[in-house]
């Protein structure tokens, strides 16, 4: 799997990095640039290079683009973009189906849309690539760069991000050779994309680096004479370069850097009066108040920031201002208020999640929010509401794990007729809103009556219903597939139902302060909260595991297993006496061997215990019946090739072990026989 991850940053980074001698072979060809002061006019070839400025009533420049969305049309814009892309590229206009592919890139990205960005942006790049080289077309492909490194750090693949921004920024410079004050606000969003990439991987010395060269650019185009529409686009960049040096100021621990540079994001953003920009800055306000512990002023800054984003629809922005609210009054201690704030941002992140198509990249969206879960189950503990903590907790990890099993293990037999089922219906629903848009077009050019209009919107609300129904009777069907196709958030009833009769299930959840464990009946539901450092714990699992490795003396091995019992299930032990344990590990816990731990009374938890281990308790539902038709054949895997840093020292001798115990029915699979295909 790291190859083919490896593989695929490989061949994006040739394909990205053949555009840039592309341009610049190009720009040769026009001589010495285009436009007075190589301000980048493109001048009597503008049309014949760059087309129209506008597709239907919706125009293709970017901050008129951004007006679109302010306004709360985005999502009427968004198939009108689309569809002129695709008819301009059909027709061989590739200069206006990169503008417009670049439209439809920054309005998905406004209204949250990651799978649209993620499936639309290597395309919109490509064709701009290959389009006539010109100021407009520079910029889209740019801005596009721009807005699916964003993406694709949203799901947590920083390396395709960083290979986009790092030739996003060559192409951009070599650009500017040409257009250089066009380019100005396309080398300053690269910059601050950089700048964010390296903060998160905590680089915080080029983070700053990067953001500051950012604003100084932007200040020095500010001292050019230029036409309002381009002034007002300036403005809007200084706000974002000034947010993003905030950002890492605070990041580095640097509030009065911060503070100064909110200050100047909200002057210009002020001056350009959009309610994206204005939702931005009073969330990092908010987030910058949080940081120096003034809880109110983060839930006033908050709550504006919240109205702003609601204005113009911007689903992302939402989410950010509920987790925020969350913590905010988390800390005032409006606990009831935080709880539903934070379960409103959760219901927009699973909502995006299950936008996205690619298993893989579910998962790693998840990974990046799971903070969020870890909050929301403290805050239902808070109010004493131990059933909906657990929930919470399952809402997280089993997400996370069905998304790691992916379609592609579920997609065989009978589920991958549902598989494509689902597909289909989702191109229907995709069909029937483009033909809403086609029809509401259509109306206004006195092409089509009112009826027309209704009809269509009648068959987009069908397409819906159908769905709905579709998704009912698979969750009837293959319960399964259908956890995989929506998120489907257990109960506690439904786990106590499918708990042992004489069983307890215990699930831990570890978070910087505290270990979380639940003790699970199938009449009750009670929870411990032992203070634990988390960082303590870590390298007393690993110190576990080294001494048993390592062979250690046999008094050293029993005295840290009865010292990590009694952390692990000490606090439980009572409502554990005498059962079956099912257990649901979190966080290192994964990685600690439960039956080796050792009892007050000198046992083995595997001599006082029969138990087992699950990734989590949504999917013991599945666990029903599996295996009611196996045969008597074993297949044992142990230790596979994968260099000796991830060796398992023990594995091959366990395998060789279940050989000897069943000789006839066993077959081995080790090292380099260990491979995926076998």
Do not use: C
């Not at 929930?391 to 997280?396: G, K, V």
Request: hydrophobic share 45%; glycine share 8%.
């Amino acid at each position: 799997m790291r190859i083919a991850v490896r593989t695929r940053v490989i061949a994006l980074a040739l394909v990205l990095l053949t555009l840039v001698p592309t341009l610049a072979h190009a720009q040769r060809g026009r001589g010495k640039g285009g436009g007075k002061g190589g301000g980048g006019g493109a001048g009597a070839n503008r049309s014949q290079e760059e087309g129209p400025d506008s597709i239907g009533k919706y125009s293709l420049r970017r901050i008129d683009v951004l007006q679109v969305v302010d306004a709360g049309e985005g999502s009427a814009a968004l198939p009108v973009y689309e569809k002129g892309a695709a008819e301009a590229e059909k027709d061989g206009s590739l200069g206006t189906a990169a503008r417009a592919g670049s439209a439809a890139v920054l309005v998905a990205a406004k209204l949250g849309l990651l799978q649209k960005i993620l499936t639309l942006g290597p395309h919109v790049m490509e064709v701009a690539g290959k389009a006539p080289p010109s100021q407009e077309v520079s910029r889209a492909m740019v801005n596009t760069a721009v807005t699916l490194a964003h993406a694709y750090r949203s799901v947590n693949d920083h390396a395709k991000a960083r290979t986009v921004l790092e030739t996003a920024l060559a192409y951009s410079r070599a650009a500017a050779a040409s257009y250089r004050r066009a380019m100005t606000g396309p080398i300053a969003s690269v910059l601050d994309g950089l700048s964010s990439l390296e903060a998160t991987q905590g680089d915080r010395v080029n983070a700053l680096a990067h953001a500051q060269e950012a604003v100084q650019l932007i200040e020095g185009a500010l001292g050019e004479r230029v036409p309002e529409r381009v002034r007002s686009a300036q403005r809007r960049q200084a706000a974002h370069a000034y947010l993003q040096v905030a950002r890492v100021a605070m990041a580095s621990k640097q509030p009065d850097t911060a503070a100064a540079a909110l200050s100047k994001a909200a002057e210009f953003a002020r001056l350009v009066g959009l309610a994206e920009l204005a939702a931005e800055v009073a969330l990092q306000g908010a987030l910058l108040a949080l940081q120096r512990n003034d809880a109110a002023e983060a839930l006033r800054l908050a709550t504006a920031g919240r109205a702003d984003a609601e204005k113009a629809g911007l689903a992302n922005k939402l989410g950010e201002a509920d987790r925020v609210l969350a913590q905010a009054n988390a800390k005032l201690g409006n606990v009831d208020a935080a709880l539903a704030a934070a379960q409103s941002a959760l219901a927009r992140i699973e909502n995006a999640r299950g936008a996205l198509q690619d298993p893989a990249l579910r998962a790693g969206f998840l990974e990046q929010r799971q903070g969020l879960y870890s909050l929301a189950v403290h805050l239902a503990l808070r109010v004493n509401r131990p059933d909906e903590a657990l929930a919470l907790s399952e809402r997280a990890r089993s997400r996370a794990f069905l998304d790691l099993l992916g379609n592609a293990s579920l997609s065989k037999g009978r589920t991958h007729a549902l598989a494509q089922e689902e597909s289909a219906m989702r191109a229907r629903l995709a069909e029937a809103s483009t033909l809403v848009q086609e029809s509401d077009d259509e109306a206004e050019d006195g092409a089509a009556s009112a009826t027309a209009a209704k009809a269509a919107r009648d068959r987009i609300a069908a397409a819906e219903r159908d769905y709905q129904a579709f998704l009912q009777r698979v969750r009837k069907e293959n319960v399964e597939q259908a956890s995989l196709m929506a998120v489907e958030p257990v109960t506690v009833a439904e786990i106590q139902s499918r708990v042992p009769q004489d069983a307890v299930l215990v699930e831990y959840l570890l978070s910087d302060g505290d270990l979380i464990i639940w003790v699970v009946d199938r009449t009750t539901v009670q929870v411990r909260r032992p203070r634990m450092d988390r960082g303590a714990l870590v390298a007393e699992v690993r110190e576990f595991r080294a001494a048993i490795a390592s062979q250690a003396p046999l008094p050293q091995v029993e005295a840290r297993a009865q010292a990590l019992y009694q952390k692990i299930l000490g606090p439980v032990r009572q409502l554990i006496r005498g059962k079956r344990l099912v257990i649901v590990p979190h966080d290192v816990l994964h990685y600690l061997p439960f039956a080796a731990l050792r009892t007050p009374e000198g046992k083995w938890l595997m001599e006082e215990h029969a138990f087992s281990t699950v990734p989590s308790a949504s999917v013991l539902k599945f666990l029903v019946g599996k295996g009611a038709n196996a045969n008597n054949r074993i297949l044992a895997v142990g230790n596979p090739d994968l260099g000796p840093g991830l060796a398992l020292r023990y594995a091959e001798r366990e395998v060789q072990a279940i050989k000897e115990r069943f000789p006839d029915a066993t077959t081995t699979l080790t090292r380099a026989d260990a491979t995926e295909s076998r």
